[in-house]
């Protein structure tokens, strides 16, 4: 595995392997990895002949008052674990790489970020995701990008980003990997004290009880959030929002009629947690 800092270095490893024949295969990451980035990884290796991995703590995406300067970072860790996976090459660039002096272009999707985690933390995040993946396909050019499902949200908008900009790139999204408890893998979770941790297993059990009531025939949108809520509560949990929506445009759902997702966002302890399901009619 080669760790690249630049831009020209990493678009000359990912020329030499096209004129090889192969398949490039992105995953784009913040580091902190965990099983869950390590199962993107593994399906990227699977499916492609080279896999770039991007190590980037995107500042655009974080608001003043988020965790930009305490977000997890440990290069060296990071970079054992993706040689151990079989990354080919590591895109760890510096913030002046990504955004060189004079860099003034931002990618704004409208829609579909203003509502579930645009709505809490702000427009100015997804235009941060967005612009930041926009950058990161045109640096390495990939076939397949691979996501996980946990940011449900970030994949609408990323698959919105290369449908109206005709990126051609495939975008895999990948399963939610859970802790034996069922707490979703996030590299937040480091931020959880042990009442937090035991806490926060509440946010599956919530997506649960409204499978259970789907599964039992309360399809309604009110009965569905009543089942989660009653979870989240028990647990002295007030989420930001839980909400159901279309997994493909966000658009509010009133009854679980066809596959919909439902996305639970909530503080707990000093960690911001996301997690969600696809309810199934
Ligand atoms: O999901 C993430 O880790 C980030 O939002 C991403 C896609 C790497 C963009 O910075």
């Known amino acids: 595995m080669r760790i690249v800092r630049t831009v020209a270095d ?7 392997a096209r004129s090889r ?10 580091g902190a990895f965990h099983e869950g980035h390590l199962s993107l990884i593994r ?42 996976a079989g990354v080919d090459i590591l895109f760890a660039p510096a913030v002046g790489e990504v955004y060189p002096d004079g860099f003034a272009t931002t990618i704004h999707i409208s829609g579909i970020t203003e509502v579930l985690c645009g709505a809490v933390r702000g427009p100015h995040h997804f235009d941060g995701v967005a612009t930041v993946v926009a ?10 990008a691979y996501f996980g499902q946990k940011d449900a949200q970030q994949i609408v908008v990323v698959r ?5 900009l005709d990126i051609p790139v495939r975008i895999v999204a990948c399963p939610i ?28 059990r919530a997506l649960s009880a409204a499978e259970a009531a789907v599964a039992a025939g309360r399809t309604d949108a009110a009965s ?10 028990a647990s002295g949990i007030v989420p930001e929002y839980l909400e159901l929506r279309s997994p493909d445009d966000l658009r509010p759902v009133d009854v679980v009629a066809r596959p919909a997702l439902l996305a639970v ?14 309810l199934e009619a």
């Not at 569905?224 to 509560?233: I, R």
């Open 265 to 278: 966002a909530a503080r707990v302890g000093r960690a911001r947690l996301i997690d969600n399901r696809i």
């Open 177 to 204: 990997v859970r802790e034996a408890d069922g707490l979703a893998m996030s590299s937040r979770n480091v931020y959880l004290d042990a009442e937090a941790r035991a806490q926060a297993t509440a946010l599956n």
């Open 135 to 144: 950058k990161l396909f045109a640096i390495v050019a990939p076939d397949a």
């Open 10 to 16: 990493v678009r000359a490893a990912v020329a030499d």
């Open 43 to 84: 399906q990227a290796r699977a499916e492609s002949g080279l896999v770039v991995v991007s190590l980037f703590v995107n500042p655009t995406q974080f608001g003043a008052n988020e965790d930009l300067s305490a977000y997890p970072r440990d290069e060296e860790r990071d970079a054992a674990l993706a040689r151990d």
């Open 21 to 30: 024949g192969e398949i490039v295969g992105l995953v784009p990451t913040m």
């Open 224 to 233: 569905v959030l009543a089942a989660a809520h009653a979870e989240l509560a």
């Open 160 to 164: 919105r980003l290369v449908r109206d």
